[in-house]
């Protein structure tokens, strides 16, 4: 749990006038973190499985994965 408690503290939180207000408090959102990149993990599994029966979708040619 440490990794993604270090990776989720360098993410900024903005407030609404854009500025940014400070970082993520990852020791409290831990379980979130992991089960968000676990949604990640799945859906990456499941775009690679419509690949595989549509090879030649475009669907997410321009699509920012960042």
């Not at 854009?18 to 990456?44: F, M, Y």
């Not at 690679?48 to 090879?55: I, N, S």
Request: aromatic residues 8%; contains cysteine.
């Amino acid at each position: 749990m440490s990794c993604i408690s270090k990776q989720y503290s360098s993410v900024e939180v903005y407030g609404g006038n854009g500025n940014v207000i400070g970082t993520v408090n990852s020791n409290i959102t831990v379980e979130e973190n992991i089960a968000d990149n676990g949604g990640v993990k799945v859906a990456r599994a499941a775009y690679h499985a419509f690949l595989k029966d549509h090879p030649h979708s475009t669907a997410a040619v321009n699509i920012s994965f960042s």
